[in-house]
Structures are given as structure tokens and as C-alpha cells.
């Protein structure tokens, strides 16, 4: 890429397609929500008969199958505008993209930043080929080399040895760290770099990490455990950046008693998993384990289905949190 077409799009990137995040204030919205009689069952406490840890294992599979392409692949161009430091980064930094589903997230870093590598997990097999076929149909020079997919469940599973080992979680090193222990080839899932298979050590971890609409899919007790396995691998510093559905959101309101799996938690139809946060509860788990808050704030923005002629207000959580040096 030139660099006046990288210029390009980096220019469409800070546009972010005049996106806005402050149309309405969420404290309106909430006191409309809590005073409507139809919509108290979302607020009365609740003891769940489903567990939510029952959800179907191919749920997202069976989801990412049906839905590859459309409104559900539209690449989130607004991150860069949101997280400007993925725009600001050094040449050679590593980000972790946790939940990368279709790839929607990956693939405005990479098409900006031709130095940065991306390692991106998914609980999904079927979502990882989709990621990849994306990016394959991209157009990105150097691309796949600079893409590096693995299948994991961060709620449950630590993530491998080989991304940052356990004696380079402990020392909290920076830079690459040549590991005493060896890694298991069993740890090793689709594309370990040559240069980490050929010297048997790990990356050292990575400068910054994405969590963008994941940890609303997962069970609530398995949260921390999950924000924990991304503290450990984040270096001294580094950065994670959090998005995700906020308290009140259109979608929330739109879910019947029937679909309630525990307080502000929902299941969908197709067995998938919705939770949504608010500012304390999500500031509570990510400060719990270790984090410096650095922003949190609801972002609140209003689209209009201009076919149906409605009005649609959507929250979201906006978060960004840094590992102490």
C-alpha cells in the first residue's frame, strides 16, 4: 500500500462514517425504562431455573453458519476511531483480538497499520474460516502473514503457552522473553509464527487487547476468570479496549420474560448468550482483577430504520483499561 492510499484510509477510518455516541442521555433513557410498567420484568430480581452455563457449545458455530455475511460482516471502522491508539501504534506491535468472530474487528487494523500483527481467537472453528476467508478476499498485502488465528474459549481455557508463557506471565516481561520451559505442541493451534516453533519460546505477550461484544457472551460467573486470562497476557502497560451492550439497550427491551437466563442476562432463540453491562458492574470486574481504568462510559446512539420509519436507541459500554507498568 502506497503511502497516500494508506493515508486514505486512514482518513476513512478517523471518519468512521460520521459516527456518533453521545445522541441521547442514558439517564433519560433509564428513568423512562423504570417507570414503564410494561418493561419492569427486566428490573425484578431473578433466580435462574436454566443455567446459563447450558448454553449449546456449536451455538456460535451454528450462528457464525448462518449469518457470514450482510449486516453481520460490516467491518468496525469506528473502533479506530473510538481507540485511536490502535491508529497511533509502533511498527510491530502485537494485538490480541479475543472473540474475533467473522473478523469484522481485524480487519481495519490490519488494512491500516501494514506493521502490526493480529492474533485472534475464537470458541469457534466455523468463525475462525470465516475471518479468514474475509481476510483472504480483502485485498491486504501481506495479509495472512500478519494474521494469526487460534481456537479457544477464554472463559474456560487459559490461552496457550505460546502466546505468553507462565514464566513470562510472572515477570511481566515487555519484550520477547526466551522461555526455560518448553512448549507443548499439543498447545500449538493452526498458525504458530516459524520464528516461535523454530526458538521454542513464546511471544511475550501482546501490547494491546480487544474485547469487542464477548464478554456479553459469556456466562456471568466466568467473567473475571475471563478478563484475567487478558490481564496475564497483556504486557506491563498495554492496553485493552472494551465494547460491549450497555444496560437498556434496545435489544434488551426487545427480549420476552420467557428469554431471561438471569439479572440482565438473556438467551437467545438460537441458544446464543446476551448480557448487558453497566458502568459499576463493568468497572468492578475489570479493576478487580488488576486494571487501571482509564475511560468508561455509555455510549448512547440513535438510528433510525428509515423503511420501517423507527426510532432505534441503542447503548453500548464503552471502556478502556491499562495494565500497570
Not at 133 to 160: A, K
Request: proline share 5%; glycine share 6%; hydrophobic share 35%.
Amino acid at each position: 500500500m502506497s503511502k497516500i492510499e494508506q493515508a486514505t484510509e486512514m482518513s476513512k477510518a478517523a471518519a468512521a462514517n460520521e459516527y456518533h455516541s453521545k445522541d441521547f442521555e442514558w439517564e433519560e433513557l433509564k428513568l423512562e425504562v423504570e417507570t414503564h410498567p410494561s418493561l419492569s420484568y427486566h428490573l425484578s430480581p431473578f433466580q435462574p431455573s436454566l443455567s446459563p452455563s447450558s448454553q449449546h457449545p456449536q451455538a456460535w458455530s451454528h450462528f457464525h453458519s448462518r449469518h457470514s455475511t450482510g449486516k453481520f460482516f460490516k467491518e468496525r471502522r469506528y473502533l479506530l476511531k473510538e481507540f485511536p491508539e490502535l491508529l497511533s501504534c509502533e511498527d510491530y506491535s502485537k494485538v490480541l483480538e479475543v472473540g474475533c468472530g467473522n473478523g469484522s474487528t481485524i480487519l481495519p487494523i490490519l488494512r491500516v497499520k501494514e506493521r502490526t500483527s493480529v492474533y485472534a481467537c475464537d470458541c469457534s472453528v466455523e468463525a475462525l474460516e470465516r475471518a479468514k476467508q474475509n481476510l483472504e478476499c480483502s485485498g491486504i498485502i501481506h495479509v495472512m502473514e500478519r494474521f494469526h488465528p487460534f481456537c479457544c474459549d477464554f472463559s474456560t481455557t487459559p490461552f496457550p503457552n505460546w502466546l505468553a508463557c507462565d514464566s513470562c506471565r510472572n515477570k511481566q516481561l515487555e519484550k520477547l522473553v526466551h522461555c526455560d520451559s518448553e512448549v507443548n505442541d499439543n498447545d500449538r493451534t493452526l498458525t504458530d509464527l516459524p520464528s516461535v516453533q523454530n526458538s521454542r519460546c513464546c511471544l511475550g505477550g501482546v501490547d494491546f487487547v480487544t474485547l469487542i461484544f464477548t464478554l456479553s457472551a459469556i456466562p456471568p460467573e466466568r467473567m473475571a476468570t475471563a478478563i484475567m486470562e487478558c490481564f496475564s497476557v497483556l504486557k506491563p502497560g498495554g492496553l485493552l479496549f472494551f465494547r460491549d451492550y450497555g444496560l437498556y439497550d434496545m435489544t434488551m427491551l426487545r427480549f420476552e420474560p420467557d428469554k431471561r437466563v438471569g439479572f440482565r442476562h438473556y438467551m437467545r432463540s438460537d441458544g446464543t448468550l446476551s448480557y448487558f453491562f453497566d458502568l459499576d458492574g463493568a468497572r468492578n470486574l475489570f479493576v478487580g482483577v488488576g486494571f487501571n481504568e482509564l475511560e468508561l462510559e455509555y455510549c448512547c446512539v440513535k438510528s433510525v430504520n428509515r423503511q420501517k420509519g423507527k426510532s432505534m436507541r441503542r447503548v453500548w459500554v464503552h471502556g478502556k483499561f491499562q495494565k500497570p507498568l
